[in-house]
């Protein structure tokens, strides 16, 4: 009952058409709290994440470290006057210079992971003085205008057209498509090194250290897209490490505020900085570096490093992808394929139907899953880096029974 007259006001205050659709999905719990990968809702039952909030969620809901952190900040100030010296924002901006890979060392402070990549594309045609991006079909890269206009999925697009100009698609894994068209009039090559909501894609190995090397032939700046990668999620704290490569900018959110706070940030390279040094307000946000947010980004870094979550995710993330690839070889017409890197796994299935059907047997077993936004086909398993090696026996156990089902009304079917 108490669900249902929250839908209710989702219809009436928020957005009428989001609301039929969580009636349809039979969505039925009220988030209140959390503890590692559990969600713990109003009336106390508990819901094992691996959805991770999208992303949000690599050190756990509530990390108790990054909570006690933010009280202690918020007792102190949590917004900046922005006329004096900001501490917090400086010392997370030396950390991350720190631990990026290579010579990135400044970092610009924004909200969300759209702001970074919108404001990694501006840096980029400011740097470059020149307009043309190169992006793939299938990314996610944000839904303000100019994140919206490298993204690849029409659904999203088209209702907004027109975008911004002079970015060109090309499909994503395939080196070969930019080379056919980067040249020196291209400002910037932007790609995510898994792409995420396209469906958990992992390109070539070659396909990142190429794409730098085309860049650096025509002075194109390379933008990776770290905003679902970034943070441990496939085994190393940035995905561009598997690659061994350096972007000229790296765009961050999520994870990075701990699983407590909005943050985003760009971090650049000294030679892709250089447009701040004429114009230091060519591009700022008013609550962009704000001490609460830093102070606690920073401690999500430190509880990251210091709990070793990117070498879990690399652990546990093998372990559950054998497991899963045992469960594709016994359900086939179900599971059509399972890959990922670390704890960035899809599990892809016939049809967005089968996917809905898998999602809500999951969910009626505590289990909390959702697709990709930009690939229906593909159910993303991205649970926080603190979930046990027993919870994702639980996550299998679960799968397999959900798998039962689905596949016996898979068959039913078949037979009418
Ligand atoms: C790779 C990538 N970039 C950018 C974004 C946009 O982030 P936000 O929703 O914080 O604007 C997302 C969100 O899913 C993402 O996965």
Redesign the pocket.
Known sequence: MDAEELIARYERYVNPGLARALRFMGLNAIEKTGHGAVVVTEDGEEYLDCAGG??VFVQGYQNPQIVAKAHAQLDELAMSSRILLNRPMVDLAEELARITPGDLQYSFFCN???EA?EAALKFARIQTGRTRIIATYGA????TMG?LSASGRDTYRIPFEPLVPDIIHVPYGDAEAIAGIIDNNTAAVIV?PIQ??GGVIVPPDDYLPRIREMCDQTGALLIA?E??TGIGRTGRMFAVEHAGIVPDYL?L??ALGGGIIPI?AVVGRPSAWTFFDSSPLIHTSTFGGNPLACAIAKEALRVTIEEELPQRAATLGSHFLSQLQGLQKRYPQVITDVRGRGLMIGIEVPNAGVGGALISELFQRHILAVYTLNNEKVIRMIPPLVITRQQLDQVIEALGESLDTVQNILEDLLED
Do not use: I, L
């Not at 996610?140 to 839904?143: L, T, V």
């Open positions: 999208y992303g969300s992971g759209t990549v996610f890269h944000g839904k994140s995510e995420g909501e897209d905003v679902q765009c959110a999520k985003g």
